[in-house]
Each structure stands twice: as C-alpha cells, then as structure tokens.
C-alpha cells in the first residue's frame, strides 16, 4: 500500500472486511486498471468492495471541539 500513490489512505477496520482504502482514480477505467492489475494481485487478498462518491454532500473541514 504504502507504495501505490494512488492509494490515499489505509485503515485496518473492524467487521466484514480487514482495511479501508481510499484511491485516486481519473475515472472508471483507470480505477478498473488499478483495482484488477494491482489491488486485486496483492497478497492475501481474497475479496473486495468498491463504493464510488457520486458527489460530495459535506466536505471535510477539519475537526474543532468547541470547549464551552
């Protein structure tokens, strides 16, 4: 993972599956190119799932506890 710059983000998770990944993709056929020519050729890996964002409904910006 760490040697994939396409790879953004990796999270070990807790339920069905064992990592949360978030990737960059110019669309859907370099995802599928990445998805079947990378990801799916690590080692260890036995399935996958994909969610794509449609669009984004809340952007992150940033995290603030307001202390009051």
Known sequence: ???????LECHLIS?????LMR???EGAVQYERLYRDR???LPHVSQM???MSL????PF???HIDET
């Open 1 to 7: 993972m760490r040697a994939m710059p396409e790879v």
């Open 39 to 41: 990801l799916a050729l």
């Open 61 to 63: 910006e940033g995290f």
């Open 49 to 51: 799932r994909t969610l």
């Open 23 to 25: 990737v960059a993709a």
């Open 15 to 19: 339920g069905d599956f064992d990592f």
């Open 55 to 58: 669009s984004t409904v809340k």
